[in-house]
């Protein structure tokens, strides 16, 4: 069974700087796409960042230039670095993993997600 296992979020104040990890395990598939997103309360789901399968990266607004995303292929292992937080920052981060398969003609995904870990900047 596939599994996404976030770590590290946590509390801290405004211009503090936070890692987390996500750890898929149980792939049996290749993982394509690697990312993250965030919710707010009362607000929707937004991409905060993705890794691509070409190694390209793509950056909400609100983050570029303060938060980094990278991925190490071998160990299914996304992280994303945090610096310069503020309090609109605060929100529930997930990891998510997509795996692409078939062929050029015809292709499908299988997309996964983590269960959460909360992140709250406040004075």
């Known amino acids: 069974q596939v599994q996404l296992v976030e770590s590290g979020g946590g509390l801290l104040q405004p211009w503090g700087s936070l890692r987390l990890s996500c750890v898929a395990s149980?792939?049996?598939?290749?993982?394509?796409?690697m990312d993250w997103y965030r919710q707010a309360p009362g607000k929707e789901r937004e991409l905060v960042s993705r890794?691509?399968?070409?190694?390209?990266?793509n950056y909400a607004d609100s983050v570029r230039g303060r938060f980094t995303i990278f991925r190490d292929v071998a160990k299914n292992t996304v992280y994303l670095q945090m610096n310069r937080l503020n309090p609109d920052d605060t929100a529930v981060y997930y990891c998510?993993?997509?795996?692409?398969?078939?062929?050029?003609?015809?292709?499908?995904?299988?997309?996964?997600w983590g269960q959460g870990t909360q992140v709250t900047v406040s004075s």
């Open positions: 998510h993993a997509v795996s692409r398969y078939g062929t050029v003609e015809r292709t499908y995904e299988n997309d996964y």
């Open positions: 890794s691509n399968s070409d190694f390209t990266i």
């Open positions: 149980g792939m049996t598939r290749r993982i394509d796409v």
